[in-house]
């Protein structure tokens, strides 16, 4: 009989990725004999994205799920209480309300960049990461509550130019 490690890496990433039936999974895996660092990343990227071993390399693959483990750990708000913080930080400007906005939205942050990554697989994906996490910072510092624009456009728009600004004048400059 296979025992559950909830400790243990490969149910870490599971949870990460939200795997239904995590422990159906997890034990199927082990039944399975796949233990190799590679075939369990080759699986878990097929639940992930289904293309994502195409688009991949299995060190990228490896960043990428060290991102969803630690982004776990982060604590998601919906998107009333985004709206109370932001409107909270456009008021104060209060640096730890600023820090927790960024970190609710890093999902959205990660998602963007692999949309991008897939596109332009040249590009180091933590590079892409802390350029688009420049991006929500400013798209945080210029959103106005006020203005009856939902935030996620704010921070599409910010994102997006401060990728292509880096990124697209390296490869034209």
Same mark, same amino acid.
């Given at each position: ?46 639940? #992930? ?6 688009? #991949? ?32 930080? #456009? ?75 880096? #990124? ?6």
């Amino acid at each position: 009989m296979i025992k559950i490690d909830k400790t243990d890496k490969l149910y870490k990433y599971l949870s990460a990725l939200k795997v239904k039936d995590i422990d159906k999974v997890y034990l199927e895996l082990a039944r399975a004999g796949i233990y190799s660092r590679k075939d369990i990343i080759a699986y878990l990227s097929s639940k #992930f994205r289904p293309s994502l071993t195409e688009d #991949f390399d299995e060190s990228e693959l490896e960043k990428i799920l060290d991102y969803y483990v630690d982004l776990k750990k982060v604590k998601h708000i919906n998107k009333t209480q985004l709206n109370e913080k932001l409107k909270r930080y #456009f008021e104060t400007h209060d640096a730890k309300i600023k820090e927790e906005i960024i970190n609710s939205q890093l999902k959205d942050v990660l998602h963007m960049c692999l949309n991008y990554k897939s596109l332009h697989k040249d590009v180091d994906l933590q590079d892409l990461v802390q350029t688009a996490n420049i991006g929500l910072m400013r798209a945080i510092d210029m959103y106005d509550p006020g203005a009856r624009i939902d935030f996620k456009d704010y921070e599409i728009y910010y994102i997006g130019e401060q990728i292509k600004e880096e #990124f697209e004048e390296k490869k034209n400059g």
